[in-house]
């Protein structure tokens, strides 16, 4: 089965600064590849996502990328503000169904 | 508003006993929903994919004997943690794919999530 792997487990940048989040995954015929951020004790919410015939997308200060032959994908955070500190996950699907997720980066956006 | 609605968001239960925690879906039919465990600090596990009128679909290690899941409508999946103990206590999260019911199309959605404690 599909496994997705995430680094680093832990973040810590200087407000204004940028973040980034990496993931691969295993297996080569996953197509959906969504990001996560999640607040303690609430359910993930989706704040970016890309699909396997897309390289790159971007959503105001967040992007991801996406090198299919490599198989890892990155989340970009830039101008990072204090409300960005959470758990952020990355997960693989085929098909946006079942998801595998990473085992999480907890960051964090000091003042 | 909610597409996926999870309840209870939290319960508490003896060692030993059964706990069943709903997962709905809103204004759409979902003929498959998933099933995920969260310990504390750590990821998102599928336990299992629940298939509406037939068997769930369990992940490797997770006991099917254990967590009972039941999809007998097209809105509702039930996961049941028999015979609980302290270490089922866990976040418990559903999801369901809207396909193209909804606007939104082809898209997950994550109920609240329940946190269980066993006592």
């Known amino acids: 089965g599909e496994n997705v792997e995430q680094h680093p487990s832990t973040l810590s940048v200087q407000e204004g600064d940028s973040a980034v989040i990496k993931c691969t995954y295993s297996?080569?015929?996953?197509?959906?590849f969504p990001w996560y951020k999640q607040e303690l004790g609430k359910r993930p919410q989706l704040i970016i996502d890309?699909?396997?015939?897309?390289g790159e997308k971007k959503d105001q200060r967040i992007a991801v990328t996406l090198n299919k032959t490599a198989k890892h994908f990155s989340l970009h955070i830039t101008e990072t503000q204090p409300e960005d500190s959470a758990v952020y996950f990355c997960?693989?699907?085929?098909?946006?169904?079942?998801?595998?997720f990473g085992t999480g980066t907890q960051l964090k956006v000091e003042l | 508003g909610a597409v996926v609605s999870q309840h209870p968001s939290r319960v508490i239960c003896k060692s030993g006993t059964s706990v069943k925690i709903e997962c709905r879906s809103l204004?759409?039919?979902?003929?498959?929903m998933f099933w995920y465990r969260q310990f504390p600090k750590q990821s998102l596990m599928l336990m299992a994919t629940?298939?509406?009128?037939?068997?769930?679909?369990?992940e490797q290690g997770v006991e099917k004997d254990k967590f009972l899941i039941n999809h007998a409508s097209l809105t509702l999946s039930t996961l049941t943690v028999t015979s609980a103990h302290p270490e089922d206590s866990s976040f418990y999260i559903c999801?369901?794919?809207?396909?193209?019911?909804?606007?939104?199309?082809?898209?997950?959605?994550f109920g609240e999530g329940s946190w269980l404690t066993v006592v």
């Open positions: 297996d080569s015929a996953s197509n959906y």
């Open positions: 890309i699909r396997s015939n897309v």
């Open positions: 204004d759409f039919q979902a003929t498959t």
């Open positions: 999801s369901a794919n809207t396909g193209t019911q909804l606007p939104s199309g082809n898209t997950i959605y």
């Open positions: 629940s298939n509406e009128g037939s068997k769930a679909t369990y």
């Open positions: 997960a693989a699907s085929l098909s946006r169904n079942k998801l595998t």
